[in-house]
């Protein structure tokens, strides 16, 4: 035991195992605010000086932003990514939401336990390593699906990655890899939800559908807004899976599809890295300003 002083003088006495818990706190907290600072905000420093900046470190204000924009590629790039994160955001909340609750009525059997290990599968999947499984997927001269692309019109790879196919391409590719893990998460939060909630529903005389629409959609708000917000963060920052197809269809694809490419396009091939950190550092706004707009609405913060 320590002592400690109240404001009135007298002596109290603190459990040592709190020092401990408070120590052991304050580590693990500093360990990440290390990582933080080294991996995220002097990165982050760094690009936003490279963006007000030219090649000789003078200061240019908004040039290099103004630069990006007019370049031909930047609001094809600026559309395509706009439609993936349509796509990729309705599908993830919709059908996420919609297979946890379906295994959370199947709790009680074996079938949601294999099915929840099945979901996670994908995603221990990097994500180059994903899209190189997708690249025979959608080939019709190897794939194991080649009746049902034949069916679909697709007789050739290049029919398949048409410029038109690749936002839902994507979204396919990303809901594979992505969609698992985040719906152990919620599957998770379902059961957070007190039984005496769930009971009363049922004593009610509430059908699943309104249970689920009335009572535990409701209590998943702040979840789903945690996972539109990453979601959406990392769907903006589209680049592995159209970079690969780029490469693997020889261009068919386009190697400017996303922002990222675009950015690693100024960066690597034109030699121009103040254009690529002014995109960086739109994206990164753009996101902020998302999360910032989702917590908002969404009340994220309030107390239950």
Do not use: C
């Amino acid at each position: 035991m320590t002592l400690s002083h109240s404001p009135s003088g007298s002596a109290t006495r603190r459990p040592r195992g709190v020092d401990r818990q408070s120590r052991a706190g304050i580590a693990f907290v500093a360990a990440y605010v290390l990582l933080l600072i080294a991996f995220g905000i002097l990165p982050t420093g760094y690009a936003v000086y490279f963006a007000f900046t030219d090649a000789g470190g003078t200061f240019t204000g908004f040039s290099n932003f103004v630069t990006t924009a007019q370049d031909f590629r930047f609001m094809d790039a600026v559309g395509h990514v706009a439609v993936y994160l349509l796509f990729w955001l309705v599908s993830l909340v919709v059908f996420v939401v919609s297979l946890a609750l379906l295994l959370h009525r199947l709790a009680s059997s074996a079938v949601s336990r294999s099915l929840r290990f099945l979901f996670y599968i994908p995603g221990a999947l990097a994500g180059a390593a994903s899209v190189l499984v997708w690249l025979f997927m959608l080939d019709p001269t190897v794939s194991p699906v080649s009746s049902l692309l034949g069916m679909l019109g697709f007789d050739t790879f290049g029919e398949v990655i048409a410029p038109g196919n690749l936002a839902l391409l994507f979204t396919i590719i990303a809901f594979w890899t992505g969609a698992g893990g985040w719906i152990v998460v919620i599957y998770g939060a379902l059961n957070n939800i007190p039984k005496d909630v769930m009971e009363a529903a049922r004593i009610d005389g509430a059908s699943a559908w309104q249970t689920a629409w009335h009572v535990q959609i409701p209590m998943l708000r702040k979840w789903i807004v945690y996972m539109v917000i990453l979601a959406f963060a990392g769907g903006a920052q589209l680049f592995v899976e159209p970079q690969l197809l780029s490469l693997a269809s020889v261009g068919v694809a386009g190697r400017d599809y996303s922002l990222n490419q675009l950015t690693y396009d100024f960066a690597f091939q034109m030699n121009n890295i103040n254009g690529a950190a002014a995109v960086s550092v739109e994206l990164l706004v753009v996101s902020v300003s998302a999360a910032a707009l989702f917590v908002a609405r969404s009340g994220f913060f309030d107390a239950d």
